[in-house]
């Protein structure tokens, strides 16, 4: 049988398989690392199969998974060329167009770009999907299968994908919650206490929208009462440049996306 086969044994590699074996995916997987301590505690954790030869690997796959540093992306498929069988094929790389994968390895390999959150792990990721032309539609089904083990799935175009991109990963939350922490320390709380207070601030708070049927703005507006201490924390924190900052960090994100599509 063939399997799902993962070029690269990294953190992306290490969430999306910790969340496909929490939710009881039985397929078979593999993973080739070039880091032979990196495979076997892969191995351990996960009993996945593991295999240090790349051609071997390549050979066994039915849906092969590129999970490595956009920089490396270019050199790992020419290096795996020419592929002359059908194979499905998932880029993790950010910013790496479909139209550049396709030419890399021609018409035997049908690409989809997925963009999936660390946050997989505990199978409560995101994964945004873009597929390449033609690509089958049973085999749509089964990459949208696939990651739908480990969260949430949107399909969406492939010119929206770096906007998803740096809007979507879980830094920005562990970054708030850091921030948020830090800032009550320097007021008095204890870090325990003040971490306990701003993770309910963040992910309560999310989840209460997320859960709810009440839109954004009617939790803002019941949260923050005009005139009251929330509302002035708000308008404090907007008028240092909370807004411009946030836009200001994504639009970095993106230059960087379009830098990694000229690798």
């Known amino acids: 049988m063939k399997e799902i086969v993962f070029l690269g044994g990294g953190r992306i590699t290490s969430a999306l398989v910790a969340g496909l074996r929490m939710a009881k995916f039985n397929k078979p997987i593999l993973v080739h690392d070039r880091n032979l301590h990196k495979l076997r505690e892969l191995e351990k954790l996960y009993r996945v199969s593991i295999e240090p030869h790349r051609r071997s690997a390549v050979d066994r796959a039915r849906i092969l998974i590129i999970a490595v540093r956009p920089a490396s992306v270019a050199q790992l498929l020419h290096e795996m060329s020419p592929v002359n069988r059908p194979l499905l094929a998932v880029s993790l790389a950010a910013g790496i167009p479909l139209a550049k994968l396709r030419a890399q390895l021609g018409p035997p390999v049908k690409w989809v770009r997925a963009m999936p959150s ?110 009251g201490i929330a509302a002035a924390v708000m308008q404090k924190i907007d008028q240092a440049g909370y807004q411009r900052a946030i836009k200001a960090g994504l639009e970095a994100g993106l230059r960087r996306a379009q830098n990694n599509a000229k690798l």
């Open 118 to 227: 660390p946050v997989s792990r505990v199978g409560h990721g995101l994964t945004a999907i873009t597929f390449d032309r033609l690509f089958p539609a049973k085999q749509r089904r089964e990459i949208h299968s696939l990651f739908r083990a480990v969260g949430e799935v949107v399909e969406i175009p492939e010119n929206r994908f770096d906007a998803f991109t740096v809007t979507y990963s879980s830094s920005h939350g562990y970054h708030a919650l850091a921030t948020l922490t830090n800032a009550a320390v320097k007021l008095g709380l204890d870090e325990k206490t003040a971490l306990t207070a701003a993770a309910h601030a963040l992910a309560d708070g999310i989840v209460a929208w997320r859960d709810g049927n009440t839109s954004l703005t009617e939790l803002l507006n019941e949260a923050a009462t005009p005139g």
